[in-house]
């Protein structure tokens, strides 16, 4: 019995530095997203109304970073927005994943 129990805290504790790290990794991609959001939300709504431009605050992540992806290679033929294009460009992967994380987590 206290040979399971030891086993079961080694275990818990092997896994302590990878949960935490993980949780250090979406906090800053939460950070990073809110900072970059910045330039979003002068047209997008940070309260999620649709003033004429629509809502991007609880987006899945998934949805957003694939939109992002689209309007970086031109792929909205019914949505070409100049504006769109040359953010999404600017943009690397790694920040369109940050401005994902960050505006799913946000209520709409």
């Given at each position: 019995?206290?040979?399971?129990?030891?086993?079961?805290?080694?275990?818990?504790?092997?896994?302590?530095?990878?949960?935490?790290?993980?949780?250090?990794?979406l906090d800053k991609l939460k950070a990073q997203g809110e900072w970059l959001a910045?330039?979003?939300?002068?047209?997008?709504?940070?309260?999620?109304?649709?003033?004429?431009?629509?809502?991007?605050?609880?987006?899945?992540?998934?949805?957003?970073?694939?939109?992002?992806?689209?309007?970086?290679?031109?792929e909205f033929v019914e949505r070409r927005n100049p504006v769109m294009v040359s953010v999404a460009r600017s943009l690397t992967d790694e920040e369109v994943e940050a401005l994902a994380t960050y505006f799913g987590s946000l209520k709409p």
């Open positions: 019995m206290r040979c399971h129990l030891l086993r079961m805290l080694a275990s818990a504790i092997a896994f302590t530095p990878a949960l935490a790290l993980a949780d250090t990794r910045q330039e979003c939300v002068s047209c997008h709504r940070l309260d999620g109304a649709d003033k004429g431009i629509g809502s991007i605050v609880g987006w899945q992540q998934s949805i957003f970073t694939t939109t992002l992806k689209a309007y970086r290679g031109q």
